[in-house]
C-alpha cells in the first residue's frame, strides 16, 4: 500500500489539512477559514478554541475523502503561523486568555523599557532576533503582567504556554504531550541560539517561569500520538516546523546559500545559511531552520508583516475591488504606478527597518491617479519590501543569489511575479504547486517516520515550474526603487 502524510497547516487566516502521497503527491485537502479579533488599534488575537476547531475539522474532512485510512496514513506534519502566544489551563485544557497573533504590537512599551534598559544587543546576541513585539517573548510576558491572575498562575504551574504547534500538539495527543519543536522555540526570544535551550537570562529579564514553557524537540522525529478519540485510531506525529521553516524544507533548500520567499499573509524571506548560525548587521533575523539527526540547520531571515493580508484591507475597509483577481486585472491596465507608492506599515516595519512607530502610507496621489494605480502600487509595494531584505541578506551572508525560489497564494498573480523578478534582477522560479510549507511539514514527517530514509530521496520531488526572467532596465529599476526608498524613511 502507498503510504501517505496527513499534513497541517495551521495558519493566520485559514486551518487547512492535505494528505500527501509518498511521491509528494496532493491527494485529499481541506481548509477552514476562522476570524482574527481586533480589539484596540495594533492589537491582533485568535480564539485558540476556534484554531484548534477549525484545524481539526480541516483534518476529519481530508481524511474522509480517502480510503482504508487507517491503513494508509503513516504519520502527521505540522506546520504552523509562528510567535503566536497561546495560554491554557494545564488541568482543564482550556484557554487562559485570547491568543496573541504575532502581528499584535500590544507589547510595544515592553520593548521601548528592554531597549531602554540596555538588553538590546544581548537579547539579539543570546537569541538572534530583533528586540520587537513580534516575537512570542514580549506577548508572554505582555500577558502575564496585564491580564488579573494569570501570573499567579503561572507561577503555580497551573497554566502552560506554548506556540501554535505546541497547542495543537497538546489537543491532539489529549493532554499528554506539551511540546515544541526547535524553529518554534527560536521565534520565542527565549532560546538561545547556540545551544538550541531556554536561555535562563532571557527568561529572568522577562520574568517568565521556565515551568509553564514546552520542551524543545527536534523538528524531525517522534512527537507522540494522537489519542484515539481524535479519529478513531492513534497517528503518530513526526514532524513539526513553524511555517517559513517547513517552506524552506518544502523546497528543498538542503543547501547553503539557498533561498525562498513565502508570499503569504505576511512575506518570508529564508536563507539557508548550514550548520552554524550567521548574525546579521543589517537587521536580519538569525534563527534554527529545522533539527533533524542530531543537527541544527541554521537560517538568516527577513520579515514583511503585511502582503496578502493587504488585500484584505483593500477589499474590506476600502472596497475598492472584489478580490484578487481583479487586482491584478486593474493594474495591468496602466503601464506603471504613475509615481503612486503603498506603504504596507500597518503594524510597524520589518526588516530591515524594523519600526515600530511606523504607519502605512499612500503617497504620490494626482488628480491623474486612477484606482488601477493604487491597485498596481498594492502589488508593487510587495515587491520592494522583497528587495529592501534580500539586499541586506545578500550583504551579510556573502552570497550572489541565482534565483528566488518563491511559493504562496499571492504568487500566483503574474504581474507581481515579473515585477519582483525584474526588480532583483533574478529570475524567480515559482512551482507547478505553490504549497511548499504543507509539503515541507508532509516530507519531514515522512522522514520522522522512516517512509524516506535520507534528504537525497526527497530532493527529486516535485513537477512543472514556471521561470520569470528579469526584463526591467537598470535605469528604470534604480528610478523606481529609490521612489520607494523616499518614501519609507520619512515614516520609519
Known sequence: MNKKILALDQGTTSSRAIIFDKQGRKVSSSSNDFPQYTPRESWVEHDAWEIWESQITAARNALAEISDVKESIAAIG???????????????????????????????????????????????????????????????????????????????????????????????????????????????????????????????????????????????????????????????????AGDQHAALFGHRAFEAGDVKNTYGTGCFMLMNVGDKPVYSSGGLLSTVAWGMDGKRTYALEGSVFMAGALLNWLIDNLGLVKNAKEIDRLAEEVEDNGGVYLVPAYQGLGTPWWSTRARGTLSGLTRASTKAHVCRAYLESIAYRSKDIIDVMIADSGHKLKHMNVDGGVTNSDILMKFQAGLLNIPVIRPSSVEATVLGAALMAGLGAGLWDSLDDIKGMGGNETVFKPDMKADKRDKLYSGWLEIVRKIV
Open 78 to 240: 505540522i506546520t504552523n503561523q509562528r510567535e503566536t502566544t497561546i495560554l491554557w489551563d494545564k488541568s482543564s485544557g482550556k484557554p487562559a486568555c485570547r491568543a496573541v497573533v504575532w502581528q499584535c504590537r500590544r507589547s510595544t512599551a515592553i520593548c521601548e523599557t528592554l531597549r531602554n534598559d540596555g538588553y538590546e544587543e544581548l537579547i539579539q546576541k543570546t537569541t538572534g532576533l530583533k528586540l520587537d513585539p513580534y516575537f512570542s517573548g514580549t506577548k508572554l510576558k505582555w500577558l502575564l503582567d496585564e491580564t488579573p491572575g494569570l501570573r499567579e498562575k503561572a507561577e503555580s504551574g497551573e497554566i502552560l504556554f506554548g506556540t501554535v504547534d505546541s497547542w495543537l500538539l497538546w489537543n491532539l495527543t489529549g493532554g499528554k504531550v506539551h511540546a515544541t519543536d526547535i524553529s518554534n522555540a527560536s521565534r520565542t526570544m527565549l532560546m538561545n541560539l547556540e545551544t538550541g535551550q531556554w536561555d535562563d537570562e532571557m527568561l529572568r529579564i522577562l520574568d517568565i517561569p521556565r515551568k509553564i514553557l514546552p520542551e524543545i524537540r527536534p523538528s524531525v522525529g517522534y512527537f507522540g500520538e494522537t489519542d484515539p478519540s481524535i479519529f478513531g485510531f492513534s497517528i503518530p506525529i513526526t514532524g513539526i
